[in-house]
Structures are given as C-alpha cells and as structure tokens.
C-alpha cells in the first residue's frame, strides 16, 4: 500500500471520527465520495464541511454532482479536497464544473518513528488521558480561534472529550509555564497513523513546540502498532514536518462552488 493510500484511509477515518463526536454533523458515503455537513463550517480545515474521495473507480462527473448534492441538501458548499498525483480526473472534473481552487497542501509520510525533540524546563509535556487534559487540548485551539476572530466552539468537532479520550487517539499537549501552549494528535487506524490538529499558540511559537508535540503523538502511535504515519501539512509546516523525517507523497487541493 502507498503512501497516497494511507493518507486517504486514516484522513477518511479521521473523518469519521470527528463527524461522529459531534451532535449535528451530518456523514454521508455516495458516488465513491465521503461528504460532511459541519454544525459550525470553518472552510479552510480538510474536515468542515468537506468532501474526500474513498473510490477512484467511481466516475469522477458523478462524483461530484454527488458532492454538488450533498451540499445543497445540506445548505453548505463543501469543500472537494483531491490529491495532485492521484485525482487527476476528479481535479479535471471539478474545473469542468465551475469549482474554484482554493490553497493547495502537502501530503507527507513517514515509515518509522521520529525522535521526539528534547524539552526545555520550563515545557512539560503531557499525554491526554483524562478529560482535563483534553479541555487544555481544546484551549489551544480556541485561542487561535479567538485571535482569528473566528467562532472558538468549533473547535468542538475534534477536541471533545470522545475524540481525544479513544483508544486509538495519541493526543499530547506541551505546557510553557504551566500553561497549555501546543497540542497535537494521532489517530491510529488499523497499520498506519494520520497526524490531525497541530497548534501552537503565537505567544509560544518559535520554541520547537509544534515540532515536541508532533513527534510525540507520531511516536504514540507507532508504539502502539502503527508501521506509518502521513499529514497534510500548509506551506509553514512542512518544514518542521521534513526535519523530523517525513517526506512528500502529494499535493493536496482545495476545491469548492
């Protein structure tokens, strides 16, 4: 299995697992598409509001009329995210049909574990196992909410209690002076691991705590069985991500109507 097919299979795990843990969230599977309808849309992210495809067999104009619906039933405009080497025609398709592209990702890989970064005293970094690490998780990201003016609760769909308390999530939070300045998780599915919500807070950047907490939920997994790992990483970083030993597989390409 390639590196292109584990990002998929974790991404659309992932998926699912989010959706599930929040009230309201519509799933739907049509046309070889997995398409969600977010309670609270955040257009930029891969799992708001988004659509991914789980079945390149299925005709890529189908695929998206199946996407065009899903989202007018819904009252949202989805998100189409395709893979630059592996949905050539579904990137074809898409332009036909009047979609707009939006920023394009970089997904990477690794296949073993990375060496997680020395703290310094005054960070401490800590595994999410019980529901208040869980909450300093979800504080990091409605921080940046926050500061981006945007609406902190959605953050919901990923930093709940379920999501960062499942067996198969390998979830970290660093702490700078005692309080939760970066999170990062890992879902484990099946032999591989996808690496989902990196933060770090911008009063706590440039501290190598993205980087601490990456390697971190990345090497949880592999202890736990995972044989890889892959990410969607945004032009910032995917160099944090290379210089801990993950490398390109494929672009990632935002699309919407």
Known sequence: ????????????????????????TVV?????????ASVR???????????????????????IAAVRSFGAEHGQQLNLWASVEGDADLIAAAEAAGM??????????????PAIPTPGPEIELAEVRDPEE??????VHR?????????PETVSHFASHGVLLDPH?????????????????????EDSAGLYWVATKTSARNRGLGALVSAAAVDGAFQ????????????????VYRRLGFERVSGRVRYSF
């Open 28 to 36: 739907g599977e049509d046309a070889g598409m997995l398409m969600v």
């Open 100 to 113: 707009s592209q939006g920023i394009e990702l970089e997904d990477m890989g690794i296949a073993s574990a």
């Open 41 to 63: 849309p955040f257009l930029r992210s891969l799992f708001y509001s988004s659509a991914r495809r789980f079945d390149r067999a299925v005709p890529a104009e189908k695929a």
């Open 169 to 189: 999530v390998h979830a970290f939070v660093a702490y700078l002076e005692r309080e939760p300045a970066a999170c990062a998780l890992a879902l484990r599915h």
């Open 134 to 139: 869980a909450d300093a998780f979800a504080e």
């Open 224 to 239: 736990a069985g995972a044989k890889s790992a892959t990410l969607t990483a945004t032009a910032l970083g995917a160099p």
């Open 143 to 151: 921080a940046l909410r926050m500061e981006a003016e945007q609406d």
């Open 1 to 24: 299995m390639t590196f292109l097919d584990q990002t998929d299979r974790t991404t659309l795990a992932a998926a699912r697992l989010f959706a599930g843990h929040e009230d309201g």
